[in-house]
């Protein structure tokens, strides 16, 4: 049984931070991509970041200001978010991509809100 727990959204003011993390119950998380998305109201759900091992990728939109990270030994994925802006306003959804098996996993998202 594989869970996903996100934790670490909130309210903040424009330019502040925040830092999500998200938690991996079962055995997939070493052999995963991991990543964020978020979905804002009336829109589809997009990338924010991913991260495999080490290589990392960012949405263009948050590149210079979200870094993504993981530590295997925990179980855990860490998006640092940074400069943060009304326009980030969204809920935030972790996903584990495995290798096998071939499907993806999904957290329950944690809301995110930016004020301007």
């Known amino acids: 049984q594989v869970q996903l727990v996100e934790s670490g959204g909130g309210l903040v003011q424009e330019g502040g931070s925040l830092r999500l993390s998200c938690a991996a119950s079962g055995s997939i998380f070493s052999r995963s991509v991991m990543g964020w998305y978020r979905q804002a109201p009336g829109k589809e759900r997009e990338l924010v970041a991913s991260?495999?091992?080490?290589?990392?990728n960012y949405a263009d939109s948050v590149k210079g200001r979200f870094t993504i990270s993981r530590d295997n030994a925990k179980n855990t994925v860490h998006l640092q978010m940074n400069s943060l802006k009304p326009e980030d306003t969204a809920v935030y959804y972790c996903?584990?991509?495995?290798?096998?098996?071939?499907?993806?996993?999904w957290g329950q998202g944690t809301q995110v809100t930016v004020s301007s």
């Open positions: 996903k584990a991509a495995p290798d096998w098996p071939k499907r993806d996993y």
């Open positions: 991260i495999r091992v080490h290589s990392t």
